[in-house]
Structure formats: C-alpha cells, structure tokens
C-alpha cells in the first residue's frame, strides 16, 4: 500500500500554509491512491504544548475531507525510546560523534561551506554523554550527510534524525512537502540510506510555497493568518481553495472552488 503523512509540527496555530500543503496531498493521494495518515511532530515538548496538539486536531476537524486521517500515528513525543534505540545502533556502529561547536562556529562553517563540518569536534572523540554536546552523525569524508544533527544541546531529537525514523517505521512512500525543503533532499536520503540500509527509496514531490507578498513566505511573514482564526470570520473551505488559487495563479479574481475543481485542476499545473 502506498502511504503519504501530514507531518505538522504544532508549535503555533495551522495557517494557510498547511492548509494549501493539506490540498496538494489529497490531490496526489486522490491520484495515485495514496493513504493519507497523520503524524504530529511534536517532539519538542518546550515548543509544542499539548495544548497545540489539540488546537491541531480542532482544526483539522474543520476542514472537512481535507482534515480527515483514519489513520493516525503515534505523535513523536510518544517515539523518543525508539530514536534513542536507533541512536544507540549508530553508536555502536561508530555513526555518531559529539559536537561542541557554538552557533558562531557552525555558522562560519556555513558561510565557509566547509565540507568537513566538525572535524575537530570528530577529533576530539568526546563522550557522547558528555554535557552540553549535539550529536551528530558521522559518515565518510566528503559525504552530504556528515554532520547532520542528530539531537540537539538540550537533548531533542533532530527533525531531520526522526522524520527519517518515522518515515521508515511507518513504511511511509511517497512525501509531499513545500519546495523549500527540497535542498535537504539528498543529504536526508543519504541519511536513510546509511540509518536503514534496507530502506526503500521514498517518491519526493514538491509544491510552490504560498506567499501573500512577493518576498515572505506564508509561515514566516508577521500577519500570517491562523486557519482556525480565518474559518471563524467567515472563510469557508471552497473560499480557502479559491485563495491559494488565486496566489498561485490559477484564477485572477477571489472566487470560490470546490475540492472537486481542486482534485481535477490542482495536480495538471503542479505536475508540469
Ligand atoms: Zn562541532
């Protein structure tokens, strides 16, 4: 069976975003008969309260075909012994290293693009229990996934460390995301890859980024407009998909559309 997810992250209120990321998966599930599950990322529990978890399933609620998931996995806060487990597997696979770095530090890497990203840290072979280290994972020299954070100073799982967990456990296929995380394609693949040597390779598709300014992507920019708030003054679904439409130029006037008009027209234009 062929599996894509939803995979908020509740650190703040859906907006427009989700809402748009939410009609290119039931599109794509509707043509290439993908399974729609639901998975909250919340595995920083400082930055997503339980109470966002269920301002999260408040709304979804609302949106009618498009937030409806039969199926639900477990949300990450409740998988952190399993990333644990498969951490302690790179461990003693000599796969992880711990890094000292400061921020300063990792951005001069950057603006360097210093391939060898923590060299000295990998050197240094420090505990990984050590206080106040990341880990990260240690792949050959030269290789895109080296250095990729695994858990952070404060001890939380890494995003790009649990997507590639959950994504393998939950046998998911096809992912479905904004293009802005395109960049991070080949070293996330390479980072399953090496995690699970067995895994399958994963389809990718990519959708535009809405943005209600030329310049600021929706989840970024100040005004960006939470769903639940939007759907509360009087914004319908049909209303919502007539928006992103028309941000994406599909139309040049505000109109209402249904989810049928989407499912027919939305994947033509995306797909070309
Ligand atoms: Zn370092």
Not at 20 to 48: G, T, W
Not at 193 to 213: G, S
Request: contains cysteine; positive net charge; glycine residues 6%.
């Amino acid at each position: 069976m062929n599996l894509t997810r939803f995979a908020p992250t509740p650190n703040g209120p859906l907006h427009l975003g989700h809402f748009f990321n939410l009609m290119v998966i039931h599109a794509l599930s509707e043509k290439y008969q993908l399974k729609k599950v639901l998975r909250a990322e919340n595995r920083d529990p400082q930055r997503c309260s339980g109470e966002n978890l269920r301002a999260l399933d408040s709304c979804l609620s609302q949106l009618e075909e498009l937030g409806s998931f039969p199926i639900r996995l477990k949300n990450q806060s409740e998988r952190t012994d399993r990333y644990a487990y498969v951490a302690k597997i790179l461990q003693t696979k000599n796969l992880l290293f711990a890094c000292t770095c400061s921020r300063k530090q990792l951005q001069n890497h950057v603006e360097n693009q210093t391939t060898a990203v923590c060299t000295a840290c990998k050197r240094k072979n420090l505990p990984l229990e050590a206080k106040d280290v990341r880990w990260r994972f240690s792949a050959g020299f030269g290789s895109v996934a080296d250095g990729v954070l695994i858990r952070n100073k404060d001890k939380i799982f890494s995003f790009e460390f649990t997507s590639i967990v959950d994504d393998y456990d939950d046998k998911i296929t096809h992912v479905i995301r904004g293009a802005d995380l395109k960049p991070l394609q080949i070293k996330l693949g390479t980072l399953r890859k090496a995690v699970f040597p067995d895994a399958p390779e994963l389809k990718y598709f990519y959708h535009p980024v809405l943005y209600e300014n030329k310049s600021q992507k929706l989840s970024k920019s100040k005004d960006s407009s939470s769903l639940a708030r939007m759907l509360e003054t009087g914004w319908t679904i049909d209303l919502l998909i007539g928006y992103c439409g028309f941000l994406l130029g599909y139309q040049n006037t505000l109109q209402k559309r249904s989810l049928s008009w989407w499912v027919v027209n939305g994947p033509q234009k995306l797909l070309q």
